[in-house]
């Protein structure tokens, strides 16, 4: 835990450092200030004293008697202004100090927040696929918004608390032991056990944080998945489950809370009992003192003040152990994410592609995925020429998808396997190579923004016309012209809005609208009725002359006009060929051929 601490220090908050050793400067100043209060509050009141009781006054130091008269017995109203006025200047400065110490520490632990919220962002769109399969997506939420919370509360709170600690304690006790030793020995042995008691509870502290984390990520999971589902769970009058399941979850994070809760309020109300035995000792001692004149009553008050002063950095240890013991246990669960390794990344020596042609090889492909021996593909061998239009077809299972996600590498596939304009794909920068390829695939997924930005996502500079023509094409543009807002109407989340055919042909849009040299289009037309489908490919022929094109379907109708057809089944090609030539052949496809005619004049007579 300690190195972790230490390596948090040097990656995030030493950027910083500058303002946060400015914050602890005026934090410092601040304390010391506090503690002059006491000290000048105790000749006042034994000045007070000694005019009530007619007796000479006690000895002032110089920089007292500068600033409030040599002429201070009897005390006079005169005396009690001035003396108030020091009081308000030293009020004033500590405002001054308040105010920067929040704007230098409080500013840079939100710039630490922002710094790994952003790194931690940005390495999570670095992973691959098979990481976010493993992971669910709420507690990567929780990671993101409450953890980092707890971490970016570490610096803000964490460093104040310790320079308090650090100034408020040392200058405390040094006065107690200054004005009377005896009396501060007596006083100050209860406080002993406080570092006793930080220790023995700090370790379940940290542990029981660990496990409300935990907790709550799996809450937020429930919760992101159930919202996200929503339709299905209303479809199956689920929804009492849900809560059901919920209700079990919260259940289990209010016991946790409850343990964390009893072990915080042992802490504080310890230290807090000890503190207070403390000030009682210190009074009743004090008491004694002052009737066999050893102390005065401003020297037993200033007495009584420090300890009193004591009591916030006594219980400020409490809080650095609740801070930390939290603080960690979020850094942890986010450099577990961190710690991840990215399976898919750019692997010297690379070879730059800016402009591709779009050939595309499978040379004796074979492909599991990570973690699983079972080969999802087996010994593929293809050859795909530039601006030649590829179909793939076959039963649920075989392989289709995994075989085109390979291309913009979305799994990672093994050197020597894959190539694309002859380079192989594993040399190629990935910002180039998914760049120039448009990919379709079986989920529809849409941000909750407007059609507008859906279809353009992808792309740095598009204009209304380009976004108009992808649309067009795609056979969404009439759609789009009966909505109010044309463009600008919201999808909602997930694009809820829309029906399943629409998001569809927005996706088809999307990928259409980067212009690219390979465009994958992965079971494109599912929901999309035949007549429309047959539009999108009418305007399709144009656009794709010139471009490698790979369509996957389930249609036979929809792949007889490629160049190439591949049969796949099993995980391997096992017929390739034109449309004609494949029916000829009379195996899986031309079985395929006759099944959907069959089924078509079915529908024609119905």
Same mark, same amino acid.
């Given at each position: 835990?300690?190195?972790? =601490?230490?390596?948090?220090?040097?990656?995030?908050?030493?950027?910083?450092?500058?303002?946060?050793?400015?914050?602890?400067?005026?934090?410092?100043?601040?304390?010391?200030?506090?503690?002059?209060?006491?000290?000048?509050?105790? =000749?006042?009141?034994?000045?007070?004293?000694?005019?009530?009781?007619?007796?000479?006054?006690?000895?002032?130091?110089?920089?007292?008697?500068? =600033?409030?008269?040599?002429?201070?017995?009897?005390?006079?109203?005169?005396?009690?202004?001035?003396?108030?006025?020091?009081?308000?200047?030293?009020?004033?400065?500590?405002?001054?100090?308040?105010?920067?110490?929040?704007?230098?520490?409080?500013?840079?632990?939100?710039?630490?927040?922002?710094?790994?919220?952003?790194?931690?962002?940005?390495?999570?769109?670095?992973?691959?696929?098979?990481?976010?399969?493993?992971?669910?997506?709420?507690?990567?939420?929780?990671?993101?918004?409450?953890?980092?919370?707890?971490?970016?509360?570490?610096?803000?709170?964490?460093?104040?608390?310790?320079?308090?600690?650090?100034?408020?304690?040392?200058?405390?006790?040094?006065?107690?032991?200054?004005?009377?030793?005896?009396?501060?020995?007596?006083?100050?042995?209860?406080?002993?056990?406080?570092?006793?008691?930080?220790?023995?509870?700090?370790?379940?502290?940290?542990?029981?944080?660990?496990?409300?984390?935990?907790?709550?990520?799996?809450?937020? $999971?429930?919760?992101?998945?159930?919202?996200?589902?929503?339709?299905?769970?209303?479809?199956?009058?689920?929804?009492?489950?849900?809560?059901?399941?919920?209700?079990?979850?919260?259940?289990?994070?209010?016991?946790?809370?409850?343990?964390?809760?009893?072990?915080?309020?042992?802490?504080?109300?310890?230290?807090?009992?000890?503190?207070?035995?403390?000030?009682?000792?210190?009074?009743?001692?004090?008491?004694?003192?002052?009737?066999?004149?050893?102390?005065?009553?401003?020297?037993?008050?200033?007495?009584? $003040?420090?300890?009193?002063?004591?009591?916030?950095?006594?219980?400020?240890?409490?809080?650095?152990?609740?801070?930390?013991?939290?603080?960690? $246990?979020?850094?942890?669960?986010?450099?577990?994410?961190?710690?991840?390794?990215?399976?898919?990344?750019?692997?010297?020596?690379?070879?730059?592609?800016?402009?591709?042609?779009?050939?595309?090889?499978?040379?004796?492909?074979?492909?599991?995925?990570?973690?699983?021996?079972?080969?999802?593909?087996?010994?593929?061998?293809?050859?795909?020429?530039?601006?030649?239009?590829?179909?793939?077809?076959?039963?649920?299972?075989?392989?289709?998808?995994?075989?085109?996600?390979?291309?913009?590498?979305?799994?990672?596939?093994?050197?020597?396997?894959?190539?694309?304009?002859?380079?192989?794909?594993?040399?190629?920068?990935?910002?180039?190579?998914?760049?120039?390829?448009?990919?379709?695939?079986?989920?529809?997924?849409?941000?909750?923004?407007?059609?507008?930005?859906?279809?353009?996502?992808?792309?740095?500079?598009?204009?209304?016309?380009?976004?108009?023509?992808?649309?067009?094409?795609?056979?969404?543009?009439?759609?789009?012209?009966?909505?109010?807002?044309?463009?600008?109407?919201?999808?909602?989340?997930?694009?809820?809005?829309?029906?399943?055919?629409?998001?569809?042909?927005?996706?088809?849009?999307?990928?259409?609208?980067?212009?690219?040299?390979?465009?994958?289009?992965?079971?494109?037309?599912? $929901?999309?009725?035949?007549?429309?489908?047959?539009?999108?490919?009418?305007?399709?022929?144009?656009?794709?002359?010139?471009?490698?094109?790979?369509?996957?379907?389930?249609?036979?109708?929809?792949?007889?006009?490629?160049?190439?057809?591949?049969?796949?089944?099993?995980?391997?090609?096992?017929?390739?060929?034109?449309?004609?030539?494949?029916?000829?052949?009379?195996?899986?496809?031309?079985?395929?051929?006759?099944?959907?005619?069959?089924?078509?004049?079915?529908?024609?007579?119905?």
């Amino acid at each position: 835990m300690f190195k972790q =601490f230490i390596a948090f220090w040097q990656d995030y908050a030493y950027p910083y450092r500058r303002q946060i050793v400015l914050a602890v400067l005026f934090n410092i100043a601040l304390n010391l200030v506090v503690l002059i209060i006491p000290w000048l509050s105790r =000749f006042l009141i034994d000045l007070v004293t000694a005019t009530a009781q007619r007796v000479p006054p006690p000895e002032v130091p110089a920089y007292i008697s500068f =600033f409030l008269g040599k002429d201070l017995y009897p005390t006079n109203s005169l005396v009690i202004l001035k003396f108030a006025a020091l009081m308000l200047l030293v009020v004033c400065v500590q405002g001054v100090f308040i105010y920067a110490i929040r704007r230098y520490l409080r500013g840079a632990a939100r710039r630490v927040g922002y710094d790994l919220r952003n790194y931690y962002f940005a390495h999570l769109q670095k992973l691959s696929i098979s990481y976010f399969g493993r992971e669910k997506t709420g507690d990567l939420m929780a990671r993101a918004v409450n953890d980092i919370n707890k971490v970016q509360r570490l610096v803000a709170e964490g460093v104040l608390w310790v320079s308090d600690i650090f100034t408020m304690l040392p200058f405390a006790l040094t006065m107690l032991f200054w004005m009377n030793s005896r009396l501060a020995a007596i006083s100050l042995a209860p406080m002993l056990l406080i570092p006793v008691v930080v220790l023995f509870l700090g370790r379940p502290l940290h542990r029981g944080y660990q496990r409300l984390q935990e907790k709550n990520a799996e809450i937020s $999971a429930h919760v992101q998945e159930t919202l996200s589902g929503i339709r299905l769970v209303k479809a199956y009058t689920m929804e009492n489950q849900q809560h059901r399941w919920l209700g079990k979850l919260s259940r289990e994070y209010l016991a946790n809370s409850m343990r964390v809760v009893f072990q915080h309020g042992i802490l504080h109300s310890a230290v807090g009992m000890m503190v207070r035995l403390s000030m009682l000792l210190s009074l009743g001692v004090g008491v004694f003192f002052v009737t066999r004149e050893v102390m005065t009553v401003g020297q037993v008050y200033a007495f009584g $003040a420090y300890i009193g002063v004591l009591i916030w950095p006594a219980v400020a240890i409490g809080f650095v152990v609740d801070a930390i013991m939290q603080g960690m $246990a979020s850094l942890e669960r986010i450099n577990k994410v961190l710690d991840e390794t990215p399976t898919i990344k750019d692997t010297s020596p690379l070879v730059r592609l800016p402009h591709m042609r779009g050939e595309i090889e499978f040379r004796g492909l074979s492909f599991a995925y990570l973690g699983s021996e079972r080969m999802v593909l087996r010994d593929i061998n293809v050859l795909i020429k530039p601006g030649q239009k590829v179909a793939i077809i076959g039963p649920t299972g075989s392989g289709k998808t995994t075989l085109v996600s390979l291309i913009p590498r979305v799994y990672e596939v093994g050197p020597g396997q894959l190539f694309i304009d002859g380079i192989d794909v594993t040399r190629i920068p990935l910002v180039e190579l998914r760049r120039q390829i448009g990919f379709v695939a079986q989920e529809d997924f849409l941000f909750s923004e407007s059609i507008k930005e859906n279809i353009a996502f992808g792309v740095s500079r598009v204009d209304d016309r380009e976004v108009e023509r992808a649309a067009d094409i795609a056979q969404l543009l009439e759609n789009v012209k009966e909505f109010p807002d044309k463009f600008e109407t919201l999808v909602g989340e997930r694009g809820v809005t829309l029906s399943g055919g629409q998001k569809q042909r927005t996706v088809i849009s999307r990928a259409l609208i980067k212009d690219p040299r390979i465009l994958v289009l992965d079971d494109a037309f599912s $929901a999309v009725d035949t007549s429309t489908e047959e539009r999108i490919l009418s305007k399709l022929q144009r656009e794709l002359k010139g471009r490698t094109s790979i369509l996957i379907s389930h249609r036979v109708s929809t792949v007889k006009g490629a160049d190439l057809i591949l049969v796949m089944e099993a995980g391997r090609i096992v017929e390739r060929g034109r449309h004609n030539q494949l029916v000829r052949r009379g195996g899986l496809y031309a079985g395929m051929w006759e099944k959907q005619k069959l089924m078509e004049e079915v529908e024609a007579v119905s």
